[in-house]
């Protein structure tokens, strides 16, 4: 069985100043791409694919840009 290292930083999460609207959709946009591509860390994650990209984006392991139209 995996050892669980890695979890959501809540900390991070409710002391960010930036829209949740925004990281929300980040995080399902970077949890689609983990489902497509996979990712090194998913197995630290549990498997948990969301609980992955939500940490990749409150931990800026991951940016994103907004796309305007």
């Known amino acids: 069985m995996a050892k669980k290292v890695s979890s959501i930083p809540i900390g991070n999460l409710v002391s960010t100043d930036k829209n949740m609207y925004e990281l929300t959709n980040a995080a399902i946009h970077r949890a689609k791409q983990i489902s497509i591509a996979g990712s090194e860390d998913l197995e630290s994650a ?12 409150v931990t800026e392991e991951v940016q994103y840009d907004l796309k305007q139209d």
């Open 46 to 57: 549990g498997g948990k694919i969301v609980s992955l990209a939500i940490k990749e984006i």
